[in-house]
């Protein structure tokens, strides 16, 4: 049964506006302006309040299998629905066993069964002796790897040095999928643990616990892996930033085309060191929250697109292990719980400082979407995605109360704090899992479900190993162009022929006339067998998407077709290029006869349409599967 939701604020990929969702069986439809609605349609009007695409958080300690007295799926995805996330990527340790093999893997996913409120996904691990497991959890279907640069906080999920990461690269570069870096190298902040030590400092001073984990020990962290990246061209995705410091080089290295992303949590967004008490451990994490200014550097970055995007590291633990008692920042668990209330953390700083509802959904929703692959499936309020999607108040204000967290544990820094905006509701898939009348109400059924990458496609991984040069005469045959070749190998790796698909359109349509000319010369007129400039597996593929034409014994048709095809090149000055696969004679005569009506800009448009067809279809013969 169709249904409508409608709001005077809907954020969509063309901004925000007064719009309704046409929802049927869970799926959005139309998105449309509410007077268009099909008459008969049950609708429910949000008024004011906004409707933004469902939030993803790609940065998420579930703890389960193995921890859930820390947390578990049942209350992890209880703590999102509340705070309108839709979609969470859990990291692959602080449970047991770490996801870092197939086989705990299948163990997490079997912990998940019967339990999640909202959908979930899984990241591997990378450790350090886990390289032989990296492609196998891909062709399992996680979305990319996790790992760390130092000791993390637990003996099973092992720290990886520079030369174990290099035996994992080449394989994490072939499979095409991001690597999650926690940035932080160990000897900066060795020598700043030994000078404290030295000097007697108390531990329970926060100024002591951010002296112990200075900028540095990102900073050298974050230069080692853009040089990494720069030498093996895999993803690269820095987890939690928290210096701005490294804003500059990270702008850099983007702007050199590194494939790198980067994320920060809204915990360095909203609090400063200088408002952090002393003894409060509750506000301890990894790395630290840094002083004012920085704050501030971090908001310009985010804002300018240096950070992508903002992820909560949502880290609880029992209650015990956040040292309250005594204090004392070298002994407490580092990690903040916010889920539920992260939505309204962020925008409390984002609208005094400008930012609008849309730059927020992108943050949030959007850009963790595509970090993890899921670009296709979240992240937007699109036609034919999932109705999933939160109505957010941001006129509300509200005091975050431990109630309100919903976590395993009611212990967060953002108890008693006054925010900006509230989570009326959150659908996922077109049913409320959430909804806010009076107390919190979630839906008694379990709905979440476990997103998976389709596995790997042997062949794009072999392609994304491939120097660039190899890589470009690979794929030259699907297209022609030797411009679009070489812009295409640039673009790796790929962990999806989607992804492939889709840098080959944005390549091809970014190039000029004479490299569209080099790619329409590598075809042969229909209904022969040879070309100008062509590599012999392209005339292959050539005959075999004419085989329908060539195989016609219609000797007038034929006759038609090569007196057309002489009457095009005579207009418009090269060959009459149509995408042939399965079409007759006949069929692509009357085509030819159609276009030779066109102006010769209006025709130009139409062969780089076919082209762009084309070339679609033969990455797909390429790499063995259906397009």
């Not at 990296?134 to 999920?157: E, N, S, T, W």
Request: hydrophobic share 45%; net charge negative; with cysteine.
């Amino acid at each position: 049964m169709a249904q409508a939701f409608v709001s005077e604020r809907v954020v969509t990929a063309e901004g925000v506006r007064r719009a309704a969702l046409l929802v049927e069986d869970g799926v959005i439809r139309a998105v449309c302006a509410p007077e268009e609605l099909p008459a008969g349609v049950p609708a429910t009007d949000f008024g004011r309040r906004a409707i933004l695409p469902g939030l993803v958080d790609s940065h998420v300690h579930i703890n389960e299998p193995g921890r859930t007295e820390w947390e578990g799926f049942a209350t992890a995805t209880r703590a999102a629905a509340a705070g309108g996330y839709t979609l969470l990527v859990d990291m692959p340790l602080n449970c047991l066993p770490e996801t870092t093999t197939v086989e705990a893997l299948e163990a997490k996913r079997e912990a998940a069964q019967g339990k999640t409120l909202v959908d979930w996904a899984a990241w591997g691990g990378a450790v350090a002796d886990n390289q032989a497991d990296i492609l196998p959890l891909a062709r399992a279907g996680v979305p990319g790897y996790k790992c760390f640069l130092i000791y993390p906080g637990c003996d099973g999920f092992t720290m990886i040095d520079r030369e174990q990461l290099e035996r994992a690269l080449p394989a994490i570069a072939a499979g095409g999928r991001p690597l999650l870096v926690h940035a932080e190298l160990a000897e900066p902040i060795d020598r700043a643990i030994a000078q404290l030590n030295a000097e007697c400092a108390d531990w329970r001073r926060y100024a002591t616990y951010l002296a112990s984990r200075p900028d540095e020990a990102e900073l050298e962290a974050i230069r080692m892996m853009i040089g990494l990246c720069r030498r093996y061209g895999f993803r690269l995705h820095i987890v939690h930033l928290a210096t701005a410091e490294a804003v500059e080089e990270l702008r850099a290295a983007k702007a050199e085309g590194l494939p790198i992303t980067v994320e920060t949590c809204p915990h360095y967004l909203y609090f400063a060191a200088e408002e952090i008490a002393d003894g409060a451990t509750t506000l301890k994490c990894a790395p630290p929250i840094r002083g004012r200014e920085n704050r501030e550097a971090l908001w310009r970055a985010l804002g300018e697109g240096v950070i992508d995007m903002v992820v909560t590291d949502h880290s609880p633990c029992p209650p015990e292990m956040k040292r309250e008692a005594d204090g004392r920042f070298d002994t407490a668990w580092g990690g903040i719980a916010s889920l539920s209330v992260a939505l309204p953390a962020v925008w409390t700083g984002a609208a005094v400082r400008g930012f609008g509802l849309e730059e927020v959904a992108w943050w949030m929703s959007t850009a963790p979407a595509r970090l993890a692959g899921l670009g296709e499936i979240a992240g937007a309020l699109t036609a034919g995605r999932e109705a999933s999607f939160v109505v957010f108040d941001p006129e509300a204000e509200q005091e975050v109360r431990a109630e309100d967290l919903h976590t395993r544990h009611a212990i967060s820094p953002y108890v008693g704090q006054r925010l900006r905006g509230r989570v009326e509701a959150t659908y996922l898939r077109g049913e409320a899992v959430f909804r806010r009348e009076g107390d919190a109400k979630f839906a008694e059924a379990v709905r979440g479900r476990e997103w998976t990458h389709e596995g790997l496609n042997e062949t794009l991984a072999a392609w994304n190993g491939m120097t660039a040069e190899a890589a470009a005469e690979a794929v030259l045959p699907c297209c022609g162009s030797r411009v679009w070749a070489a812009g295409l190998a640039a673009r790796r790796p790929f962990a999806r022929p989607a992804e492939l698909f889709a840098a080959s359109d944005e390549v091809w349509l970014g190039l000029g006339e004479q490299e569209w000319q080099e790619a329409f010369d590598s075809h042969p007129r229909i209904g022969q067998r040879h070309a100008q400039a062509a590599t012999a597996r392209s005339l292959s593929w050539s005959e075999g998407e004419q085989s329908a034409a060539m195989a016609s014994q219609d000797d007038a048709a034929k006759a038609a077709l090569a007196e057309g095809n002489r009457e095009y090149e005579a207009r418009f000055g090269r060959i009459f290029l149509v995408c042939a696969s399965g079409k007759s004679t006949e069929e692509i005569l009357a085509i030819l006869r159609a276009r030779m009506g066109n102006t010769a800009e209006a025709e130009l448009r139409e062969a780089v349409e076919q082209q762009r067809q084309i070339t679609r279809l033969r990455l797909g013969r390429w790499l063995d599967i259906p397009t």
